[in-house]
Structure formats: structure tokens, C-alpha cells
């Protein structure tokens, strides 16, 4: 049982947009505005895509955003891209300590 | 452009200790603008945070592992490992390194992971 609770699929076609949840509690999404979101393709190294709820670091796509609202937090994807498709997690705080979710592998169709 | 490699065994026999290291490059350990991170994914789990070093040595560990990990660093070499004893089954996993933020403990960068088995 993951700390953090994320659909196990998402998919969209090219050009759509898509979101994905990521379900805490008040001790650690609904506490902090820490929330981050990983990008890993299988085989290389996980990418950092979004940190502290809706920040991007250099380099990646504005079409990458984030927000937050009570326990849950969403990763958007405006404009999905062939590029996108890959696992996703979240990740968050608690006890001073990190946590993560179970992933989403999206899918673009 | 910062990078992480973990380098290891990838196959440990069960009750043996599991040691890994990560070498840092495009960054200094010394800096101290960071701490230097061990986690894994086990199959069918969700990612796993071991703990952290800060270059000084000192650590924070999962508490679920904590009787189990010792992280250490030789921040002349720009390294950093992991040693978990007394492995079983369970403890087959990716291992990944990452550097973490000291603000928000999100792992800016990553190695590409490790695939560590326990069997005998």
C-alpha cells in the first residue's frame, strides 16, 4: 500500500490535455506545500518536473503544471506529446521524511 | 550537468549485507546545498525513501530500515553508499541514489537505478 494514492493508468491522444491525482492526507499533501512530480521513463534516471506544489525547474515544458487542493494534488499535461508517455509519480512529506506514490504510466493513444 | 551512477553487486545472499555506492559528478558533495539520497522500488511497490547524508555525515534513515542502513559519505571522492544487512527476499529491488533538496526533500537528480537480488 503506496503512502500517496495515484490512478494506476492514465491516456490521452496528441494535442489533449491530461490529469493526474495523487491522494495524501493532512500530514503530508494537506500540510505542506510540498508536492512533487517525477517523470520516468523505464531505463533511465527519473526527472524531476515539478517540486513545492507548481514550481518547474529549468528545462522542463510549460506545458507541465501543477496544483493543489486539500489532500489531493494533480499533475496536468496540456497538449500531450508522443514524448509524454512514460511513468509518473508524487511525492510529498511527512514526519521529515519523503514520501511517494505508486505511479501512473500514462499513455498517449 | 550533474549526474549519479550507482555501481554493485547485483545479486546478495540472503542474511549478507547489500552495499552500494553512487558517484556524483557535475556537483560537489562539499557544497552542502544538498543532501545525497538512497531509495528503491521494490517490484509491485511504490518508491521507497532508505534515508539521506548531508556531506558533514550526518544522516537521517527511514524508520522502517533504520536497524538495517548505514549510509556513509567520502565527500573527497564525491561518493556516497549504502550498506543494508541482513537482507532477505524482500530486499529485492532498483536501488536508486539521488540528490535532495533541503528545503522540500524532493530529489532533483537521480542515478538511472540498480537492480539488487537476494537469493542464494
Known amino acids: 500500500q503506496s503512502a500517496l494514492t495515484q490512478p494506476a493508468s492514465v491516456s490521452g491522444s496528441p494535442g489533449q490535455s491530461i490529469t493526474i491525482s495523487c491522494t495524501g492526507t493532512?500530514?503530508?499533501?494537506?500540510?505542506?506545500?510540498?508536492v512533487s512530480w517525477y517523470q520516468h521513463h523505464p531505463g533511465i534516471a527519473p526527472k524531476l518536473i515539478i517540486y513545492?506544489?507548481?514550481k518547474r525547474p529549468s528545462g522542463v515544458p510549460d506545458r507541465f503544471s501543477g496544483s493543489k487542493s486539500g489532500n489531493t494534488a494533480s499533475l496536468i499535461i496540456s497538449g500531450i506529446q508522443a514524448e509524454d508517455e512514460a511513468d509518473y509519480f508524487c511525492?510529498?512529506?511527512?514526519?521529515?521524511?519523503?514520501?511517494f506514490g505508486g505511479g501512473t504510466k500514462v499513455t498517449v493513444l | 550537468q550533474v549526474q549519479l551512477q550507482e555501481s554493485g553487486p547485483g545479486l546478495v545472499k540472503p542474511s549478507q549485507t547489500l552495499s552500494l555506492t553512487c558517484t556524483v559528478t557535475?556537483?560537489?558533495?562539499?557544497?552542502?546545498?544538498?543532501?545525497w539520497s538512497w531509495l528503491r522500488q521494490r517490484p509491485g511497490k511504490a518508491l521507497e525513501w532508505i534515508g539521506h547524508?548531508?556531506?558533514?555525515?550526518?544522516?537521517s534513515y527511514n524508520p522502517s530500515l533504520e536497524s538495517r542502513v548505514t549510509i556513509s559519505v567520502d565527500a573527497s571522492k564525491n561518493q556516497f553508499s549504502l550498506n543494508l544487512n541482513s537482507v532477505t527476499a524482500a530486499d529485492t529491488a532498483v536501488y536508486f541514489c539521488?540528490?535532495?533538496?533541503?528545503?522540500?526533500?524532493?530529489?532533483?537528480?537521480w542515478g538511472q537505478g540498480t537492480l539488487v537480488t537476494v537469493s542464494s
Open positions: 539521488g540528490r535532495e533538496r533541503l528545503i522540500d526533500y524532493s530529489q532533483d537528480y
Open positions: 557535475g556537483d560537489s558533495m562539499s557544497s552542502g546545498s544538498h543532501y
Open positions: 511525492g510529498s512529506y511527512r514526519r521529515s521524511a519523503p514520501v
Open positions: 547524508i548531508y556531506y558533514s555525515g550526518s544522516t
Open positions: 493532512s500530514s503530508d499533501i494537506g500540510g505542506f506545500n510540498y
Open positions: 513545492e506544489v507548481n
